[in-house]
């Protein structure tokens, strides 16, 4: 009888980062015979479209409106009630704090994981992530909860297990490190590409130009203003070097452009076509704070990156990642205070080693969830 596995997911839209750390994880473990089943909660203002983009991947998952506000979240044990009987013996993956709660307190015969995606105690400390939602303060008990009463835990780095012993006497060896991969199948798309975004291509391609990628969001702990920065130096000191920004609309981005208008480039573009536009970048960069939310965070577009064959730019100490940067010749580890490094091209080989690196390392392929699973 196979064992039947359940993936909670609590408020999240269907974007790029859950289709590949949802998504494509759950249809990777599908591929390894496994039966498992999405039960995903979705905010009641986007409901509706969050239910048709998950079922459109997943034409088996169970999505359910979260009831209330998210400082009701404990209301959602109804839903849970409801469903207890066909949950119970089974195992519960849970992502995030919240989804563990849930799942603790409502399915006693389940064996229940935690899917720990970062700090969330200190992204609230240190970047407000949940100011105003009503749970402000009540953090730092759900998250210690979901660490030391779940049977299992998934961290996407070995800091954020460090962090998990220093702040709630965390002592488990059931923990294992599963930081964010790819799916390494993704099919190339040229044919959708922006006609605006082509033309930058031609240009930097015609002008030999070494192109540097930004791909992600607009939060704080993005950092765009120092991406910025560094940039303007690197065109100032750099004739050959171009910068292309795949996020949304930046006050920093438009006044960089103002400056250098051949030479910037800022869109957003669909997660299909993602892969396809880094891939005909040189670098990738991705800076943050030296504050515990970066220390511990696994950022998949390190490995987007890599797999695009890009050279990366990324600051210390951001998980695991920039030791592994420095410690296999992956690129440039980069502090605000440091000189801006000269970025030559990447050649084929280097590119192509990085590709290599990717699918030996960061590929969903690699890891072995039936042994976390059934073990």
């Not at 700090?119 to 400390?125: F, P």
């Not at 199948?185 to 291509?201: Q, R, V």
């Not at 930046?250 to 480039?265: H, M, T, Y």
Request: with cysteine.
């Amino acid at each position: 009888m196979k064992n039947k596995i359940t993936y909670i997911t609590f408020n999240e839209p269907v974007n790029g980062v859950y289709i590949s750390q949802v998504i494509e994880v759950v249809e990777h473990i599908m591929k390894t015979g496994m039966d498992i089943k999405v039960f995903a909660f979705f905010s009641l203002r986007d409901y509706f479209k969050n239910r048709k983009l998950l079922k459109h991947y997943l034409p088996g998952a169970i999505a359910l409106p979260s009831l209330g506000r998210l400082k009701n979240w404990k209301s959602n044990s109804l839903w849970l009630q409801l469903f207890k009987r066909r949950m119970s013996n089974q195992t519960i993956i849970c992502r995030g704090p919240i989804a563990t709660n849930l799942a603790i307190d409502n399915l006693k015969n389940a064996r229940i994981i935690y899917d720990g995606r970062g700090a969330v105690w200190a992204e609230q400390k240190e970047y407000g992530v949940y100011n105003g939602s009503g749970i402000e303060n009540e953090l730092f008990e759900i998250e210690k909860k979901a660490v030391t009463q779940s049977q299992r835990q998934i961290a996407v780095s070995s800091k954020l297990i460090n962090y998990w012993q220093e702040n709630f006497n965390f002592s488990g060896n059931r923990a294992i490190v599963i930081p964010c991969t790819l799916n390494t199948t993704k099919n190339e798309d040229a044919e959708n590409i922006p006609e605006d975004l082509i033309s930058f291509f031609d240009y930097v391609n015609q002008q030999n130009y070494t192109v540097t990628v930004f791909a992600g969001g607009n939060g704080k702990w993005q950092q765009i203003d120092k991406i910025c920065e560094f940039a303007l130096e690197s065109i100032e000191k750099q004739e050959s070097s171009a910068f292309l920004f795949l996020c949304p609309p930046d006050k920093n981005i438009q006044d960089l452009k103002n400056k250098f208008p051949a030479r910037v480039f800022n869109t957003l573009v669909s997660p299909d076509l993602v892969h396809t536009i880094l891939s005909k970048c040189d670098y990738g960069i991705i800076l943050r704070e030296q504050n515990t939310t970066n220390k511990v965070a696994s950022p998949v577009k390190v490995a987007e990156y890599l797999f695009a064959g890009l050279k990366v730019i990324i600051s210390p100490d951001i998980g695991d990642y920039s030791n592994m940067v420095k410690e296999n010749d992956l690129g440039v580890i980069w502090t605000p205070k440091g000189e801006t490094p000269y970025l030559p091209k990447p050649d084929i080989a280097e590119r192509q080693r990085n590709i290599l690196f990717v699918e030996k390392h960061l590929s969903k392929s690699v890891f072995n969830f039936s042994d976390l699973i059934i073990s």
